[in-house]
Structure formats: structure tokens, C-alpha cells
């Protein structure tokens, strides 16, 4: 591992940890074992620091989405595909979901430019067409953002829903979540 890649797998891990505001440059440096300024030598800044950190955690994460994106199948298949994919990545990697979460929760507005136009752009233009085709007279945008809250909902509720009445082994399980809400999206956009 090189010393950028050892600083930005502290940087992932501190950064969902204590926040982009809660972590210092020096935290940082005192846990890889460094000096601030060997860390301003990789980055400019601790936005870059962020962003890299950030894209870091999301680049492995790609290769499961191109798959979706790159499969010669029906557009619903590729719905159903899309969210097992969304499950799989949500749920394997708690680290980079509470990274996202406490962006959201801060919700500074310079950050979430960065979290949409540095990291997910190109994922969520791939939805929006996906959307676009699934729904030709409704909202890519709305549609695409239901998907992602509704599997979101799902993954991060899972510890909770199985200690409800009625809950059963399967619905723990990315294949019954995944045609679960495609059912609940193609009922719902199809009736208008």
C-alpha cells in the first residue's frame, strides 16, 4: 500500500468516524503515522483530501454498478439488477454508508456538490436514463431517487425489521428485496 492510498484508507474510516468538521489534518497524520505536511504533499487541501477520500471508497464499488450498466437485458431486469447491486454495495461496506450519512446529516452544501458532482454524477446519470426508460411520462429524476430511498430504507432498516411481527428469513435476503420494490415501482409507475 503507498502512502496516499495508507492515508486515504485513515482518511475513509475518520472521516465517516468523526465527520469532515470533527476531523483534523493532525488526527489524521497522528494515525497514519505521518506529518501534516507529508499529507499536504498528497493533498492541497482537506476538501481534496475529502474528495479523494471519498472517490477512494467509492472506486471498487463501480465495477458493480458497470455490470448492471453493461447487461443486455429488458430494462426491468436491469431495474432488479440495479437495486441487488445497491443492496450488495449498501450492505458490505458500512464504513462508506456511514461516510455518506453523516455527509448527508451535516448536509453542507459545499460537500454535497462535491459527494454529487465528484462521486456519484456518473452512476446517477446511468439511473436517470434507466428511470427515463422505465417511466417515459413521469420524473427520471423523482423516479430515480425513489428507487435509492426505497432500497435504502430497506438496508438500513434490516436489524430492525426482523425483530417485527411477520418478518421472515427471506426478506433478508437482496433477490426478494430487489423484485419487492421493482414490484412496488412498476405497480406504482404504471398506474398513474
Request: proline letters at 5%.
Amino acid at each position: 500500500m503507498t502512502s496516499k492510498e495508507k492515508i486515504l484508507s485513515a482518511a475513509i474510516m475518520l472521516f465517516a468516524e468523526k465527520g469532515y468538521s470533527g476531523l483534523s489534518m493532525r488526527q489524521l497524520a497522528a494515525s497514519v503515522d505521518m506529518s501534516v505536511a507529508a499529507i499536504y504533499h498528497h493533498f492541497p487541501d482537506k476538501n481534496a483530501l475529502y474528495l479523494a477520500a471519498t472517490r477512494y471508497a467509492f472506486s471498487g464499488k463501480e465495477a458493480v454498478f458497470a455490470q448492471v450498466w453493461e447487461a443486455e437485458c429488458p430494462t426491468v431486469e436491469k431495474l432488479k439488477k440495479f437495486i441487488r447491486a445497491l443492496i450488495t454495495v449498501m450492505s458490505q461496506d458500512n464504513t462508506f454508508c456511514r461516510l455518506v450519512q453523516r455527509e448527508i446529516m451535516e448536509a453542507d452544501p459545499e460537500r454535497m456538490q462535491l459527494l454529487a458532482q465528484g462521486v456519484f454524477k456518473n452512476q446517477f446519470d446511468l439511473l436517470l436514463q434507466l428511470a427515463a426508460e422505465l417511466a417515459p411520462e413521469r420524473d427520471p429524476y423523482l423516479v430515480a431517487t425513489s428507487i435509492i430511498g426505497l432500497v435504502k430504507i430497506y438496508v438500513d432498516h434490516q436489524p430492525l425489521n426482523k425483530h417485527f411481527p411477520g418478518w421472515r428469513p427471506e426478506y433478508a435476503e437482496p433477490e426478494a428485496i430487489a423484485n419487492h420494490v421493482a414490484d412496488l415501482l412498476l405497480n406504482g409507475l404504471i398506474t398513474k
